[in-house]
């Protein structure tokens, strides 16, 4: 997970380039949007702890590939937070990317 200590790392470090390139105003727009994010996910959670139930889900069919082994000896459960993550930074990062899986999902 990335921690809020890496972001505000990362930021300080991008903040300090003297003459920034456009590849680092790029990196330093996506750290501030990933902390804006994590701050307001973690009062959220504050607010209204989430609980997810997977008990109801139909069996799941895992591939071959290592994030599906993975995911299958680890469980989706633990695995949904890393997942979560990844998609809100996806998000952040690449947008066209996000909204395609997005629309794949909402056509299941």
Known sequence: MIREDDLREAIAECEGIRNPSASTCIKLA???ALLDRRTKNEQK???TPSQYS???SPEIKYGETEFSRTVEEKGIASC???IEETMEALAVV???LYN???RKLDEI
């Open 45 to 47: 959670t504050e607010q």
């Open 54 to 56: 997977f008990a109801s």
């Open 80 to 82: 949904y937070p890393v």
């Open 100 to 102: 395609a899986m997005m």
């Open 30 to 32: 996506s750290y501030y």
């Open 94 to 96: 690449m947008p066209n």
